[in-house]
């Protein structure tokens, strides 16, 4: 199985800027879907960004001209700049990945991350 790690979450005040990076336990981001999902407490869990493999990304529209999703090959990880971080941003992180189909922030993931918490005050 994959196994996926987060990190770079924290704490960060109103208009701030946090980046976030994934990293697994093998190559498989040349062929995967990769999306950052997160979950607030008292709410579902949601699609916040996606990349597929030709590095096309896609995003929910609650983050869309904030967050950056990007790949970095070199160093086999998936990272979310998140900017302008408002206190509604609030919630866990997760990574996740899939293979084959529609690669979408909305798309069902195969695999995820433990998360990692960010916090906006």
């Known amino acids: 199985d994959v196994q996926l790690v987060e990190s770079g979450g924290g704490s960060v005040q109103a208009g701030g800027s946090l980046r976030l990076s994934c990293g697994a336990s093998?190559?498989?981001?040349?062929?995967?879907?990769v999306g950052w999902l997160r979950q607030a407490p008292g709410k579902e869990r949601e699609g916040v960004a996606a990349?597929?493999?030709?590095?096309?990304?896609s995003y929910a529209d609650s983050v869309k001209g904030r967050f950056t999703i990007s790949k970095d090959n070199a160093k086999n990880t998936v990272n979310l700049m998140m900017n302008s971080l408002k206190p509604e941003d609030t919630a866990m992180y997760y990574c996740?990945?899939?293979?084959?189909?529609?690669?979408?922030?909305?798309?069902?993931?195969?695999?995820w991350g433990p998360g990692t918490q960010v916090t906006v005050s």
């Open positions: 990349i597929d493999s030709d590095g096309i990304a």
């Open positions: 996740a990945v899939k293979s084959g189909g529609t690669c979408r922030f909305s798309s069902p993931f195969d695999f």
């Open positions: 093998g190559s498989i981001y040349g062929d995967a879907c």
